[in-house]
Nanobody, 121 residues
């Protein structure tokens, strides 16, 4: 059984930075792929960044402003977001799979955190 808990959301001015955390608990060694999604009001959820062991992937040209990482000693994944824009506002979700690698579509991720709100103004 694996649980994900996000934190670090809040309000930030455009151009600012925010670091989101995703604390993994339970069978932490079972995690295969961890991904961040986000959902803006009135829009579909979209992928942000993925980490597969220590390989990282970014969606939609976010590389350069966003950085995904993880600290195996604390079982925590991070999403560092820089030069934030109002379009980056939304609820950010940490999700995971325990086998089979990574996928683009959210339907392949059975483990979800509760989400954390980021508002950029």
């Amino acid at each position: 059984h694996v649980q994900l808990v996000e934190s670090g959301g809040g309000s930030v001015q455009a151009g600012g930075s925010r670091r989101l955390s995703c604390k993994v608990s339970g069978l932490t060694d079972a995690i295969d792929c961890l991904k961040w999604f986000r959902q803006a009001p009135g829009k579909e959820r979209e992928g942000v960044a993925t980490i597969y062991f220590h390989r990282v992937f970014y969606d939609d040209n976010l590389e350069g402003r966003f950085t995904i990482s993880k600290d195996d000693s604390t079982n925590t994944a991070y999403l560092q977001m820089n030069n934030l824009r109002p379009a980056d506002s939304g609820i950010y979700y940490c999700v995971a799979r325990t086998e089979g690698g990574c996928y683009t579509n959210e339907i392949h991720y059975p483990i979800w955190g509760q989400g954390t709100q980021v508002t950029v103004s």
